[in-house]
């Protein structure tokens, strides 16, 4: 099979056209009709992750965050971002990316959050204009759960390092849940009309946390947890249309945010 043979199962379950309108996903560096002899997934693409596929023979990177999500205006090798094409280029490695689209379809990321949380009855936390059935984040029931005792599933299921959440929240039970994927701040007000006593996502900022954290329980589980999951979910759409094809999740990945 080929580079476009791949791209196109991707998005066969995951359309471009879902993707916001500030993204860039779908191909993103090398030929479409090459050849694929086999396929490494990742988060990002940065240098441990080009040289992972040389070191593993695999000449196509599918990524969830796009590896050039900006217009290139040259390509000199003048930033990290020239720098990785020209090496993907050089290395005969094509680069496919699956971002907000992902994010939007139904089984995509937030649904993959949902179902390690155990919550059931999903429902879509902002629809997309294009497909009701499509949008960003997910709200669902959980069986009730002591505040404290959820939050601590939480952060084992995510191997959280040091989990933030609205501590003024006076919720002391969880029966209703929101989660999305990345940076889902802009769903707090979507989540409390939905009647969330809790919103799970990434990237908070602290004024959401004291504007909205007496309304409902915010809890921030980091960008790169809450998406590490696209991971399993690419592998599966490719492995179920190609499932002789080498694909390999990504050994050298590791968050490039620390906490000391």
Not at 48 to 58: N, P, S, V, Y
Not at 170 to 191: K, Q, T
Request: include cysteine; aromatic fraction near 6%.
């Amino acid at each position: 099979m080929k580079v476009k043979d791949i791209a196109a199962t991707i998005e066969e379950f995951a359309p471009v056209s879902l993707q916001e309108s500030y993204d860039n996903a779908g191909m993103q560096v090398g030929d479409p009709e090459m050849e694929v002899s086999a396929i490494l997934l990742c988060l990002d693409v940065n240098e441990d992750i080009l040289k992972e596929a040389r070191d593993r023979e695999c000449n196509l990177i599918v990524s969830h965050h796009p590896l050039i999500f900006r217009g290139l205006k040259s390509l000199t090798g003048a930033d990290m971002t020239q720098k990785l094409v020209i090496d993907a280029l050089k290395s005969n490695i094509a680069v496919y990316s699956a971002h907000t689209n992902l994010d939007s379809v139904w089984d995509g990321v937030s649904h993959e959050i949902a179902a390690r949380l155990d919550i059931k009855r999903l429902e879509v936390l902002e629809p997309s204009e294009r497909d009701p059935r499509a949008g960003l984040g997910v709200v669902g029931d959980i069986t009730p759960l002591p505040k404290i005792e959820f939050l601590r599933k939480v952060k084992e299921t995510f191997k959280v390092a040091a989990l933030k959440y609205s501590a003024q929240s006076p919720s002391v039970v969880v029966r209703r849940v929101a989660v999305c994927g990345g940076s889902g701040s802009s769903l707090i007000g979507a989540a409390i009309k939905a009647k969330a006593d809790i919103l799970v996502t990434g990237d908070v900022k602290y004024h959401d946390f004291t504007s909205y954290g007496s309304e409902i329980i915010i809890v921030d589980i980091g960008h790169y947890e809450s998406e590490l999951c696209s991971r399993e979910i690419l592998c599966r759409v490719i492995r179920d249309r190609y499932e002789d094809l080498p694909v390999y999740t990504s050994l050298s990945e590791s968050n490039p945010v620390k906490v000391l």
